[in-house]
């Protein structure tokens, strides 16, 4: 899954490539998947506060807001399925379809009692060019997470890869994510969460052209049935939005008897 | 009118607290005095342990080894675990009510064990609770055990060792067996078969639960020590009445066992005959309860006598009904409705008694971490802090069990039995227990007549929140 956005073709190409982010989906990936015979529908909203004017050929991303729609399906206890609805409003341009991707994901089932939870995950679809000039992309996910005590980690070493676009033949690009959390209470968790893409494996960007932002976060466990995560951006590089308030709100459905 | 004592549950009903250094230094010279009076126990190779009450020689009833052994739950499935004689269960364990016994149990491996007798209204030199005064067995060592076994009825002997994080210990492990206590006047007998049928949870793993902590999950189950299709089936003829001895060994998970196209007719409970021998299609048991019933063959077939949830069963924890010349694939339990209330088995017009004293005991816990198990406590403290609950020989208490928690608690009194006054809020009676559920968020009440003196442990059977603090001890005045 896409962290920032729908890369930013290498970040080494060219400065408006660099400009090319958006922020769809801004969530470190935990292990977990989502349970069979039910259903996660997530809404993501994201508002950038402060980032790029347009370009030619490519929206704003200065003011904008962007609603993503994820819908994630149980299949068994160690898989899912995922599919996003990306758009954005921004003014002059109203609300826009950007795009759409499928997730599947499979994780290390916790019968098998390993000491950290392992997920991996693929991510591919398409968005417009209007709004990332790379329009074909993929992404594989590693995830590693482990909750001890009051404290959560969790690892995501993305590499993604342009199918379609300017960066085709950049090859595979390096975005990690990191989060650390502490539960205050049962229901209030606050932490950090880190989100940077390094350009080109085989050619890392400079800092200047990295993207990195750091989000203090909060997640509010109100309910087994919901999810609830919230938290403001900075970017501080010049590759990177600089300013983002982000919020997740999520819902469980189940489907049918549930294994007890 | 007869005046009720109002107990807060920091003060002992004769208007004296207790310190908990006092209690410790006191408890010691009241569990010697037992010792002389009624019970047996010298731990044999311990420097400086208390004289032999046996004498010399003396050749014990029942010898128990404690050892790690590899066991098979499946062709393709085995553990190592820690367990008695090398078996799981562990060996059946007969004895008569009012007939001493002496058991011999060593302990080879490398940690101190403890060995309780489950449902025994019996010293506390014998009942096996190091909170209580109990000898721990020292690895290595051994202990001999001797009481006089009362009541009857189907009860068991288990470890009652503390887990806390380590899930190999413990009720994790195969570490528990049958005991069953004939009647002095002897068994009556009104069934063809006995069949003894133990559930065990294996392979437990940490879990997130969904009220935000930890929980305790597992791999695979099992009937008797075999998951379902790898035991010997049990064999029955129509006609056949069957009665089954049905006790949960499990750590922490209740289970829900149904056997299809038949019926439980309930004998007792935890050993006690009940006043309403109701018939039921699915058995509810919370860890350490224990059913007989009796089943009467009428369904010719092949059956799962198994876990009500397909989950469960699917994890093994079924064992198969075969009638004599039925073959082919056994039919399954459908899980239906999953219904349990004790008052079926309780008397249709209760009598109404009214206590000396009553006592609140209310459950909750107190969060630590979504990555951690939650604390729990008894009237707003955890063991070992918990204030004990002062008990009079001879009166009658009203137990009364709130549970305030979002988790339901097999609650477990040691040395005693007690019996069900209201569920939920509605009366019942005949129903007499050592362990009873209270689901989330309910009340139980209970009646105590104190009536085996001495230091007497009440937890939560279930084991991890035992280990996190759900334990008190009830101290006579």
């Known amino acids: 899954m896409k962290l920032l956005s729908f890369f930013l073709a290498a970040c080494g190409l060219c400065a408006a490539a660099a400009q090319a982010q958006g922020n769809y989906e801004i969530q470190v990936y935990g292990a977990d998947t989502v349970a069979p015979r039910s259903t996660m529908v997530e809404l993501h909203s994201n508002f950038t506060a402060k980032g790029h004017p347009a370009m030619v050929g490519l929206a704003a991303t200065n003011h904008a807001e962007h609603e993503t729609v994820e819908i994630t399906q149980g299949i068994n206890d160690w898989s899912e399925l995922g599919f996003y609805i990306f758009t954005s409003e921004q003014s002059g341009l109203g609300m826009q379809w950007v795009g759409d991707h499928i997730r599947p994901r499979v994780r290390v089932p916790e019968k098998w009692r390993w000491p950290v939870g392992v997920s991996l995950s693929t991510e591919a679809g398409y968005q417009r060019a209007l709004f990332s000039p790379d329009t074909w992309t993929w992404e594989i996910r590693p995830i590693i997470d482990k909750t001890t005590g009051r404290w959560y980690f969790a690892v995501n070493p993305a590499l993604e890869r342009t199918w379609h676009g300017p960066d085709v033949n950049l090859g595979i690009d390096f975005?990690?994510?990191?989060k650390i959390s502490y539960d205050f209470t049962k229901q209030i968790t606050g932490g950090l969460e880190y989100y940077a893409d390094y350009g080109s494996i085989t050619n890392i960007a400079s800092l200047h052209n990295q993207q990195q932002q750091f989000f203090p976060a909060i997640d509010l466990n109100v309910s087994p049935k919901w999810e609830i995560n919230f938290g403001v951006g900075i970017g501080p590089t010049s590759a990177t939005d600089h300013w983002i308030v982000k919020g997740i709100v999520g819902r469980h459905f189940d489907w049918g008897k549930q294994k007890q | 009118m007869e005046p009720t004592i109002q107990v807060r549950p920091e003060d002992s009903v004769c208007g004296r607290t207790t310190s908990r250094r006092a209690f410790l230094t006191a408890a010691p010279l009241a569990a010697g005095a037992l010792w002389a009076r009624s019970s047996f126990a010298r731990a044999q190779t311990v420097p400086g342990a208390s004289p032999p009450l046996v004498e010399p020689g003396v050749k014990p009833d029942y010898t128990l080894e404690i050892s790690e052994i590899e066991w098979e739950l499946a062709p393709k499935k085995k553990?190592?675990?820690?367990?008695?004689?090398?078996?799981?269960?562990g060996p059946l364990l007969r004895v008569t009510e009012g007939k001493q016994v002496s058991i011999?149990?060593?302990?080879r491996l490398d940690r101190e064990e403890i060995v309780h007798w489950h449902g025994q209204w019996i010293p506390v030199e014998a009942d096996g609770a190091m909170e209580e005064g109990s000898p721990m067995i020292p690895a290595g060592g051994s202990l001999l055990v001797g009481f006089t076994p009362r009541p009857a009825g189907l009860h068991w002997y288990h470890t009652h060792a503390m887990a806390q994080r380590d899930l190999k210990r413990g009720l994790y492990s195969g570490q528990f067996g049958i005991l069953q206590v004939a009647p002095a006047s002897g068994d009556p007998g009104r069934y063809d078969q006995e069949q003894f049928i133990v559930l065990h949870d294996w392979e437990p793993y940490y879990t997130a639960s969904d009220d935000g902590s930890m929980m305790v999950s597992y791999v695979c189950g099992s009937v008797n020590g075999k998951m379902l299709g790898h035991g010997e089936p049990i064999r029955v003829r129509e006609g056949e009445r069957v009665l089954f001895q049905i006790l949960n060994a499990s750590a922490t998970e209740p289970h829900w066992l149904a056997l299809p196209g038949h019926k439980f007719q309930v004998l007792a409970m935890d050993g006690a005959p009940v006043a309403t021998q109701a018939t039921v299609e699915t058995l509810r048991l919370g860890p350490?309860?224990?059913i007989t019933a009796v089943v009467t063959m009428d369904a010719p077939g092949v059956w799962v006598l198994g876990e009500a949830q397909k989950a469960f069963r699917d994890a093994g924890m079924g064992t198969v009904i075969e009638y004599a010349g039925r073959t082919g694939k056994?039919?399954?339990?459908?899980?239906?409705?999953?219904?349990?209330?004790?008052?079926?088995?309780?008397?249709?017009?209760?009598?109404?008694?009214?206590?000396?004293?009553t006592i609140p005991l209310v459950f909750t816990s107190r969060f630590k971490g979504h990555g951690a198990l939650d604390e729990w406590m008894i009237n707003g403290k955890s063991w070992p802090d918990a204030d004990p609950i002062i008990?009079?020989?001879?009166?009658?208490?009203?137990?009364?069990?709130?549970?305030?928690?979002?988790?339901?608690?097999?609650?477990?009194?040691?040395?005693?039995?007690?019996e069900l006054v209201s569920i939920r809020g509605a009366a019942t009676g005949g129903v007499h227990k050592d362990v009873v559920i209270v689901e989330a968020g309910t009340k139980v009440e209970v009646d105590l007549v104190a009536s085996n003196p001495g230091n007497t442990l009440f937890h939560c059977h279930q084991q991890d929140h035992m280990d996190m603090g759900f334990m008190t001890l009830f101290r006579y005045a």
């Open chain 2, 104 to 107: 011999e149990i060593g302990n």
């Open chain 2, 330 to 357: 056994p039919h399954e339990p459908d899980a239906g409705k999953l219904m349990w209330d004790y008052r079926v088995f309780g008397d249709a017009t209760p009598v109404v008694h009214r206590p000396d004293v």
């Open chain 2, 79 to 89: 553990i190592r675990t820690a367990a008695y004689n090398g078996q799981i269960p």
């Open chain 2, 391 to 418: 008990v009079h020989e001879g009166l009658r208490h009203r137990l009364v069990f709130d549970n305030r928690s979002m988790d339901d608690h097999p609650v477990h009194l040691h040395r005693h039995n007690f």
């Open chain 2, 288 to 290: 350490a309860e224990r």
């Open chain 1, 175 to 178: 975005s990690p994510a990191v």
